[in-house]
């Protein structure tokens, strides 16, 4: 498991990738933040993944024109944000499980920081503690989230 470190970034943007066996991805932020993420699940539950099946398709994996803000295969016209990517590489990377089970969420609705501030009712700042792992998140938190997903599912 590789330690979350606290992030300058205000948008998450890669310096570097490079596909590994497996599916998984090793990504260098530009905070030079590493982060692994493996990707087997979402490359075989997603229509739009099949073609990266293939390891060999997936080990084409590369930074897109866009000074780091996707990951692309162009040869498929695929490309995953960064910020997605960060997202559920801090959800895997996650050192408890309270911390997985807000990084997860925040993943699942694609809630930034202030999004998910207001649906808690907390500072974006503290957000931000729980994301990078400065503070650990409380069991109050996981309970709150759960909560909200529960009440949104109902809609």
Request: with cysteine.
């Amino acid at each position: 498991m590789e330690r979350l470190t606290n992030t300058k970034m205000t948008r998450p943007r890669l310096k570097a990738v490079k596909a590994l066996p497996g599916y998984r991805l090793r990504m260098t932020f530009i905070d030079d933040t590493v982060l692994t993420l493996n990707k087997r699940e979402t490359v075989f539950s997603k229509r739009g993944l099949v073609p990266l099946r293939d390891e060999a398709n997936f080990a084409k994996a590369c930074i897109g024109e866009d000074a780091g803000w996707t990951v692309e295969w162009p040869e498929f016209d695929i490309q995953i944000g960064a910020d997605t990517l960060w997202l559920d590489a801090q959800a895997q990377n996650a050192p408890d499980e309270n911390t997985r089970i807000f990084a997860q969420w925040r993943a699942r609705y694609g809630l930034t920081l202030a999004q998910a501030a207001e649906a808690l009712g907390m500072t974006t700042r503290t957000m931000s503690a729980y994301g990078t792992g400065a503070r650990p998140v409380p069991r109050y938190i996981a309970l709150a989230v759960k909560g909200w997903e529960s009440e949104h599912s109902l809609r």
